[in-house]
């Protein structure tokens, strides 16, 4: 589930310029992202993401981690997600050349373990973009 948050993050920055989500809510079954964004997508745009990630995934992706020191990692990435003991170094989490990001979450080794990615909902109220995803297994 962190990886697939992850590959949606990066899709959307890629795709509609936006920063990562400013919060998200990350479950074994279902998840959920919120992005300050300034309209609703339209089903093509929820296509074309899913679309996107699910190519991302099938593309069989190496997830590495490897810790940078604090002060450099405050160059290269927004920390601001990180709790606050997540201490020095920090771990960054790549995916491919695809994304990084600092996180502490459990992740797999290979985006093909992450499985088939659906978005179930997105909606638009006051500024944020709200996606709700899901994950089932690749068959
Ligand atoms: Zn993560």
Same mark, same amino acid.
């Given at each position: #589930?962190?990886?697939? +948050?992850?590959? =949606?993050? $990066?899709? #959307?920055? @890629?795709?509609?310029? %936006? &920063? @990562?989500?400013?919060?998200?809510?990350?479950?074994?079954?279902?998840?959920?992202?919120?992005? /300050?964004?300034?309209? !609703?997508?339209?089903? +093509?745009?929820?296509?074309?993401? #899913?679309?996107?990630?699910?190519?991302?995934? /099938?593309?069989?992706?190496?997830?590495?981690?490897?810790?940078?020191?604090? &002060?450099?990692?405050?160059? @290269?990435?927004? =920390?601001? /997600?990180? !709790? +606050?003991?997540?201490?020095?170094?920090? @771990?960054?989490?790549?995916?491919?050349?695809?994304?990084? %990001?600092?996180?502490? &979450? !459990?992740?797999?080794?290979?985006?093909?373990?992450? &499985? $088939?990615? /659906?978005?179930?909902?997105?909606?638009? $109220?006051?500024?944020? =973009?709200?996606?709700?995803?899901? =994950?089932?297994?690749?068959?």
């Amino acid at each position: #589930m962190h990886s697939a +948050e992850h590959i =949606l993050n $990066q899709t #959307m920055v @890629r795709s509609f310029g %936006c &920063g @990562r989500c400013f919060s998200s809510h990350i479950e074994k079954k279902k998840s959920k992202c919120d992005y /300050r964004f300034d309209r !609703p997508l339209s089903d +093509e745009e929820v296509d074309g993401i #899913m679309s996107k990630v699910n190519e991302v995934i /099938r593309s069989n992706l190496p997830v590495l981690e490897e810790f940078v020191a604090r &002060g450099e990692a405050e160059k @290269r990435f927004n =920390l601001s /997600r990180l !709790p +606050e003991d997540a201490g020095d170094p920090v @771990r960054i989490v790549s995916i491919g050349d695809y994304d990084a %990001c600092p996180c502490i &979450g !459990p992740h797999v080794n290979l985006t093909t373990e992450i &499985g $088939q990615f /659906r978005i179930i909902s997105s909606t638009f $109220q006051d500024g944020v =973009l709200r996606i709700r995803f899901r =994950l089932s297994s690749l068959t």
